[in-house]
């Protein structure tokens, strides 16, 4: 075992030598950094590159590599065969902490050589055992071999000075399964290796990307008592990576591409289907379903599967870099001290280059200024927390830099002592952002809010359906009182709200959920500033089910026509007509059933009366009123009857009449 480790040793070194050194590393904002690798391989050679298990996958999805003066072979990589996968090939398993007897036990059969202090015994494996200890002697390993004489004979394997398999296949085994177990305690390093069939020096350069810490931006806005104000940025990375990055060009990339991890370095197994011919399956009992009913159309139904191939979209790895000297220093070009790096248009991202080889020993991070220059900004206040009863000190930024700025925290000093802290998203060159950083109190903000009557804008009519335009009016007012004597300029965040347009005032700019108002404030002064909006929006309702006082307010309404005025006009008379004929209607019937109520009484009255004598008087008058109420309710109906008739002539010019509004 001792050999076996000692040529891993020997050959790791070996391999060693054959590194290449990183170069080049370019970090971006969405998880991952590409790394280029260059040097100078001897003669035979194979370079090596390590990596963490978890790169794997992202390595041989973008691995580049180039050759110059040589061809390049081949790529070897150690597999990531799960352990279990690999030792399953073995004729034993070695279990934790398993005694020697159940080792040996696991190779009946095979010839092993023990050596005692009076000899060597050889024979076949017949059986090992551990032998339970007693109050004599303690447990103890045990071995039945047949000897070459023909004999079964039990050794103590404790009392054996050294043990052999003169099998080479077997030894071999043995080393194999040792080397599998040592090799899956190393679970976090991964090798790869580049052959050539070269025979002579050449110089090779691998790019690659793996998973990396994002790297953060860190700004400080400079305000002097006089000039321009200076903005100065810093690059936080981290090198996670267990190496060192000894005089590496670093670019640092704001964007972020797609990407995604592809499962490229696990091996996949897949379970295939069984096929057999018809002719060799066994044939089964058919069970026939009872008719239903009879048809002479058949069905058959046939089951199928379709394969789809679904290829996911790789994320295109940055260009590889040229792996010569020239191409390295011109890439590493000196800048001027004010731009610390240089930027540059990379597609859709922005590419930062640092000037000088930069030093990152492995787990240790680094500061790097990439910016510091001035821009155009200025102070003033923000407010757009209508809760808030003082606005925050502000700083809008336009990014006259040339470059992207990638989002971050910002620390403001003003006049030379530090204002506060903000944050900024990632901008490009020309836009400009507003950075709020501190409270201002020596502002005072208020807001009241006040609405109009809704207005009636327009009125359309057609086939019976009335639609109403309204106008809905509101104010909000916003009252500041600056209590510093000095001059300020006020940005008021008023929410832009979905249907609502702004009256009067024009915003300076609008955002996605705002309008912002420029307010300049005089020196202890109270300003008042009102935002005027309205919302329009259309009622629809069927004219028919108006009634005449809504109709009434409507016709009043100034933006309507003549003609317009003329039609409603006539609609609301009809619609009068047939409501005083309803309520005719109704008094009739009314009488009719308070008359039919008082013939009831009078009937039951005379139908008492009858049964006495007497009372032939009384009956004779009751029977004169009966008399008389028949008559009246004659009268009744038919007034009713020319009342309905009535109704129904004003319904029927009514519904004429809507139809033939439009407007």
């Excluded at 055992?129 to 000897?147: F, N, S």
């Excluded at 790297?215 to 990576?241: C, H, M």
């Excluded at 940055?318 to 792996?323: H, R, T, V």
């Excluded at 916003?478 to 006020?490: E, R």
Aim: net charge neutral.
């Amino acid at each position: 075992m001792k050999q076996i480790v000692g040529m891993l040793v020997m050959a790791a070194f070996a391999a060693s030598a054959a590194d290449l050194p990183v170069r080049q590393v370019v970090l971006y904002k969405h998880g991952v950094g590409y790394f280029e690798r260059f040097g100078q391989l001897g003669p035979g050679e194979a370079a090596r590159l390590d990596f963490k298990a978890s790169e794997m996958n992202d390595v041989l999805k973008s691995l580049t590599v180039e050759d110059k003066g040589g061809k390049i072979s081949g790529l070897r990589y150690d597999s990531s065969e799960p352990l279990a996968q690999k030792l399953a090939d073995f004729p034993f398993q070695l279990g934790g902490a398993q005694p020697l007897s159940a080792v040996l036990d696991q190779l009946k059969g095979a010839r092993v050589e023990l050596r005692f202090g009076s000899g060597n015994v050889a024979g076949a494996i017949v059986g090992a055992r551990l032998v339970p200890g007693d109050e004599k002697r303690a447990e103890h390993d045990q071995i039945t071999l047949l000897l070459d004489g023909g004999d079964l004979s039990t050794f103590d394997l404790s009392a054996a000075a050294g043990l052999r398999f003169p099998d080479p296949a077997l030894q071999a085994q043995f080393k194999d399964y040792l080397a599998a177990l040592n090799g899956a305690r190393s679970k976090e390093k991964r090798s790869v290796y580049i052959d050539s069939s070269d025979a002579k020096a050449r110089e090779i350069a691998a790019g690659y990307m793996v998973p990396m810490p994002v790297w953060k931006s860190s700004y400080r806005l400079i305000f002097p008592e006089t000039g321009q104000p200076t903005l100065e940025g810093w690059a936080i990375v981290d090198n996670t990576t267990g190496e060192d990055w000894t005089n590496v060009r670093l670019s640092l990339v704001s964007g972020r591409p797609v990407s995604f991890v592809s499962r490229l370095y696990e091996p996949r197994y897949l379970t295939r289907q069984t096929a057999e011919l018809p002719e060799e399956q066994a044939m089964a009992p058919v069970v026939h379903d009872a008719q239903v009913e009879s048809s002479d159309k058949q069905e058959a139904l046939v089951a199928g599967g379709r394969q789809f191939k679904t290829t996911a979209p790789m994320a295109a790895p940055p260009p590889a870099f040229k792996a010569d000297m020239q191409y390295m220093n011109r890439r590493g070009a000196a800048s001027s001290i004010a731009a610390t790096a240089a930027g540059r248009e990379a597609g859709d991202l922005f590419e930062y280059r640092i000037a000088a080889p930069v030093t990152v020993r492995k787990s240790e991070s680094a500061m790097l200024p990439f910016i510091q220059q001035a821009v155009d900004a200025r102070k003033l206040l923000i407010y757009s927390d209508a809760s808030a009863a003082h606005p925050m000190n502000a700083a809008e930024i336009a990014n006259s830099t040339g470059k992207t700025l990638d989002g971050g925290p910002v620390t403001i000093y003003d006049g030379g002592v530090y204002g506060g802290e903000g944050l900024f998203e990632t901008f490009k060159s020309g836009d400009k952002r507003l950075i709020s950083y501190a409270v201002d109190l020596g502002t005072r903000i208020t807001t009241a809010f006040d609405s109009k009557a809704d207005t009636v804008r327009e009125l359309r009519a057609q086939r019976g359906i009335l639609t109403t335009r309204t106008a809905a009016i509101e104010t909000r007012t916003y009252t500041i009182h600056n209590v510093d004597k000095k001059a300020k300029t006020l940005v008021i965040e008023h929410p832009a709200r979905p249907e609502y347009t702004l009256l009067e005032r024009k915003p300076a700019e609008k955002t996605a959920r705002a309008y912002r108002f420029e307010v300049k404030l005089a020196p202890g002064a109270t300003e008042k500033f009102p935002v005027t909006e309205e919302r329009v929006y259309d009622q629809t309702v069927t004219i028919a089910s108006l009634t005449p006082d809504v109709l009434l307010t409507h016709i009043r309404n100034k933006t309507l026509s003549d003609a317009v005025r003329r039609q409603l006009e006539q609609i609301a008379a009809l619609k009068q007509q047939i409501a005083a004929a309803d309520q005719q209607i109704r008094q009739s019937e009314a009488r009719i059933s308070e008359i039919a109520r008082d013939q009831d009484r009078i009937r039951q009255n005379i139908a008492s009366l009858s049964r006495v004598s007497g009372q032939q008087q009384q009956v004779q008058t009751y029977a004169n009123q009966l008399a008389g109420q028949e008559a009246e309710l004659a009268k009744l109906r038919d007034t009713a009857d020319a009342q309905r008739k009535q109704k129904t002539a004003l319904e029927g010019d009514l519904a004429n009449r809507i139809a033939s509004v439009e407007f």
